[in-house]
């Protein structure tokens, strides 16, 4: 079945990156010159997504926004000559259809996926989480739809593999391998920041799942888990108990965006990647090795 909406939530404060997310939301902050969730929005269509359902809070409006046409903008622009960057904005405003939903009090992640079951329907459906952005020649929702189409339309979590003393910040999972390339597993059980000595393996999740409807109905009988707070994780499990989810192991670099370390490094590494800033990246580093005599 096809998946055409992916809900992305996007309720949290950012307190990582305070000052900054006082008044700005933490995906808009950019890297290079597009938004966090610009990249974050690009794998949804790119792996075939038609709607994107931002769970959101007050603050927030600028997202919603971004992907929406600005025509004060444009006319401007116009005025002004500039067409490549008018191309540029209203090929935004075209990228996606674009629907919201508030979340009125930060329960978790499991709370914010349940805001969205509404307008997700009856239907599979993707959920991205912004702080991570992975990259690579196939959009890791892409593959993970391609697992669950040759697995009956099941539900699947797409895990890589983490250092095993950083366990604790993860959904983390256990199963067994099904395909003999060893990257598909029949999920058997997940926990969510399980410190290393007590977690069931090193492959964790950065927030890409495929869920069939019934996610929902585990969601609305989860008790509160790890942090107090409505773990999307332990709906997961529940799921598991009742019917078929795999853990896929994808392909793509990763990039945790989360955190300061994980920004700066994002921020390095997109510019290298692009041939419009590549040279200007290179120049800048070479100075800087030599400025401040980096080994
Ligand atoms: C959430 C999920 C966790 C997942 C992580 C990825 O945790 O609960 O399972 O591994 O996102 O970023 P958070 O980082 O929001 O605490």
Redesign the pocket.
Known sequence: MKIRRAVIPVAGKGTRFLPATKQVPKEMIPIINLPMIHYVVEEAILSGIEQVIFVTSSGKNAIEDYFDRNFDLEDFLIKNGKIKELEMIQQIGKMVEVTSVRQKEQLG?GHAVLCAKDIVGNEPFAVI?G??IVRGPNPVIKQLINVSQQYNNANVIGVMEVDPLETY???VVKGEFVDKNNKTMRMTDMV?KPLPAVAPSNL????RYIFRPEIFDALKVIPKGVGGEY???DAINLLARESEVYAHVFEGQRFDT?NIEGYLNATVEFALMNKDSEEMMRKIIKEKVEKYKIK
Do not use: N
Not at 204 to 207: H, I, M, N, R
């Open positions: 992640l989480l702080d991570e910040k993860y959904g969510e964790a999740t950065p927030g773990q999307l994780t989360g």
